[in-house]
């Protein structure tokens, strides 16, 4: 799952944009307020020194215009390396989220109870999909009016289910896991196509156009990502809140912004995976003509090729295979 998450994501997610400054400067400036509220003010907190950091800001800010600039320049820095940072940490926490917990004989039994609990809910939404009857009370009008308000819940029950493995697959512990082991297997499954060794030429063979929709689909997933650290370190500010009751809303206020910006990322990752899934059945014909292979000339005989393809970008193939390389544009 380490390898897939890296393939899916790192390529086209390791950049910061202005878009995804959001977050840092909500965490930053909720500090910086919290701790000149319980310093009384700007003065107070250069007066208390704040532990040795404000002091330099404030001797800065006491420099006049060049000062100020000077300051900015850090405020600057700052933020350029806290978005580094976040990105660095975006692959690792993927892997956590996607399931990656170690062996720890604890962690293990933890495993396997999340498991049994997606594989019961994948049941349930297969169920529940494909349940037309009605309450034996309803008749005529009223029970086509029931199954025109049941369609909707069984559509939004048809696209969670497609986003866990099917029933041959093996299933992981998080919601997030089994999408991206969901979209991988099924894309082995139906062409052949092993997605951490084809990720990297299928990206590099792509017109421009599908490219960039994918690069902007994999940025909101690192800017989501990014979203969920700023809401998980904004508890450490509970420090500077003043009173017990307050600190409690504040961490109970964290865990409302942790678990919205969770389930914005699991979401986010899910559309990402329905987005490769679609480019992969629209393009993947271009990966066989840049790699010199034939495509396969019937979806009867695509897995099989398919397999080949992968063998041979991961240079594994021991008979001779032609390659055909296509002509120059």
Same mark, same amino acid.
């Given at each position: 799952?380490?390898?897939?998450?890296? *393939?899916?994501?790192?390529?086209?997610?390791?950049?910061?944009?202005?878009?995804?400054?959001?977050?840092?400067?909500?965490?930053?400036?909720?500090?910086?307020?919290? &701790?000149?509220?319980?310093?009384?003010?700007?003065?107070?907190?250069?007066?208390?020194?704040?532990?040795?950091?404000?002091?330099?800001?404030?001797?800065?800010?006491?420099?006049?215009?060049?000062?100020?600039?000077?300051?900015?320049?850090?405020?600057?820095?700052?933020?350029?390396?806290?978005?580094?940072?976040?990105?660095? &940490?975006?692959?690792?926490?993927?892997?956590?989220?996607?399931?990656?917990?170690?062996?720890?004989?604890?962690?293990?039994?933890?495993?396997?109870?999340?498991?049994? *609990?997606?594989?019961?809910?994948?049941?349930?939404?297969?169920?529940?999909?494909?349940?037309?009857?009605?309450?034996?009370?309803?008749?005529?009008?009223?029970?086509?009016?029931?199954?025109?308000?049941?369609?909707?819940?069984?559509?939004?029950?048809?696209?969670?289910?497609?986003?866990?493995?099917?029933?041959?697959?093996?299933?992981?512990?998080?919601?997030?896991?089994?999408?991206?082991?969901?979209?991988?297997?099924?894309?082995?499954?139906?062409?052949?196509?092993?997605?951490?060794?084809?990720?990297?030429?299928?990206?590099?063979?792509?017109?421009?156009?599908?490219?960039?929709?994918?690069?902007?689909?994999?940025?909101?997933?690192?800017?989501?990502?990014?979203?969920?650290?700023?809401?998980?370190?904004?508890?450490?500010?509970?420090?500077?809140?003043?009173?017990?009751?307050?600190?409690?809303?504040?961490?109970?206020?964290?865990?409302?912004?942790?678990?919205?910006?969770?389930?914005?990322?699991?979401?986010?990752?899910?559309?990402?995976?329905?987005?490769?899934?679609?480019?992969?059945?629209?393009?993947?014909?271009?990966?066989?003509?840049?790699?010199?292979?034939?495509?396969?000339?019937?979806?009867?005989?695509?897995?099989?090729?398919?397999?080949?393809?992968?063998?041979?970008?991961?240079?594994?193939?021991?008979?001779?295979?032609?390659?055909?390389?296509?002509?120059?544009?």
């Amino acid at each position: 799952m380490g390898e897939l998450v890296k *393939g899916m994501v790192e390529p086209l997610a390791k950049r910061w944009t202005a878009a995804m400054s959001g977050p840092l400067v909500l965490f930053w400036l909720a500090g910086a307020l919290l &701790v000149a509220h319980g310093q009384g003010g700007l003065p107070g907190v250069c007066d208390a020194g704040l532990w040795g950091i404000a002091g330099p800001a404030c001797r800065l800010m006491d420099q006049g215009v060049w000062g100020a600039v000077l300051a900015g320049a850090a405020a600057t820095a700052v933020m350029v390396l806290c978005a580094l940072g976040l990105s660095a &940490v975006a692959s690792p926490l993927l892997e956590i989220l996607a399931g990656r917990w170690g062996t720890w004989p604890p962690v293990v039994t933890l495993a396997l109870r999340c498991t049994n *609990g997606h594989a019961a809910r994948r049941e349930r939404l297969d169920t529940r999909a494909r349940d037309l009857s009605g309450p034996g009370d309803l008749v005529g009008d009223r029970l086509a009016v029931w199954r025109t308000q049941k369609a909707w819940r069984r559509t939004a029950d048809r696209r969670k289910w497609s986003h866990y493995p099917r029933r041959r697959d093996e299933l992981r512990p998080t919601s997030v896991g089994n999408a991206l082991h969901g979209a991988a297997a099924g894309i082995e499954r139906n062409y052949g196509l092993s997605l951490p060794v084809c990720w990297g030429p299928f990206v590099e063979c792509l017109e421009p156009t599908a490219r960039e929709r994918l690069i902007a689909s994999a940025t909101r997933v690192l800017g989501r990502t990014q979203a969920l650290v700023c809401a998980a370190a904004a508890s450490v500010w509970v420090v500077a809140v003043p009173g017990s009751v307050a600190r409690l809303c504040w961490l109970a206020g964290c865990a409302l912004c942790v678990w919205g910006a969770y389930r914005s990322l699991r979401s986010g990752i899910e559309q990402y995976c329905e987005h490769v899934r679609d480019v992969f059945a629209v393009h993947r014909v271009r990966l066989y003509r840049a790699a010199g292979i034939a495509p396969p000339p019937s979806t009867a005989e695509e897995v099989e090729r398919g397999r080949l393809l992968t063998r041979a970008l991961a240079m594994e193939l021991t008979d001779e295979v032609v390659h055909v390389w296509p002509e120059a544009p």
